[in-house]
């Protein structure tokens, strides 16, 4: 009997490793986090190094809101929704909104890739960055219509958003409350 509780409590343990193991590759493989790895952070003054000969127009200003309220919940909802976007579940838009599992997107437009604080980018996108992309709405719409091939090994594990409508209205919405 006592041999039976000794092998019990031993198998008892290697399930709990087994799932603590499973637990802590579900994240990397769903979403292609990687909690141990070094973050990128770049200083304002590389950031703007990396743009200041592209005379890039500053988005925002160009962005006139004459969107009506309808037009405002489709675009929100572009962005919220499984469905279309399924951006909200891992991207924060405002500047005050809390870290979530990808980079915050605010003012995203007119900066370099893989220049966002505290988050830990893929080598591919750092390379990227440094061969010059740029995210403007031309790239953001290429990017989302399929990431997996516009920067392949990318970290984002989404398919492709198909409709150029919906694209469309995700890109107008990151503008709009980007501002």
Known sequence: ????????????????????????????LIFGAFPFAKQVNLSEDKIENLVKELDLPNYYDLYIDQATEEDKLL???????????????????????????????????GKPAAV????????SLIEMRNNGLVWTPETIDAFISDPENYIPANRMRVEGIKD????????????????
């Open 116 to 123: 966002g604080e505290n988050f830990t980018y893929s080598q």
């Open 75 to 109: 675009e929100k909802q572009a962005f919220d929704s499984w469905e279309g976007g399924k951006c909200r579940f891992c991207h924060s838009l405002r500047e005050d909104d809390r870290a979530r599992m990808a980079p915050s997107l605010y003012r995203i437009l």
């Open 1 to 28: 009997m006592r041999s039976y509780f000794i092998n019990a409590r031993a198998t008892h343990w290697l399930l709990v490793v087994i799932l603590f193991a499973i637990a802590s590759y579900l994240p990397y």
């Open 164 to 179: 150029p409508e919906t694209r469309q209205l995700i890109i107008n919405y990151l503008i709009r409350e980007s501002q």
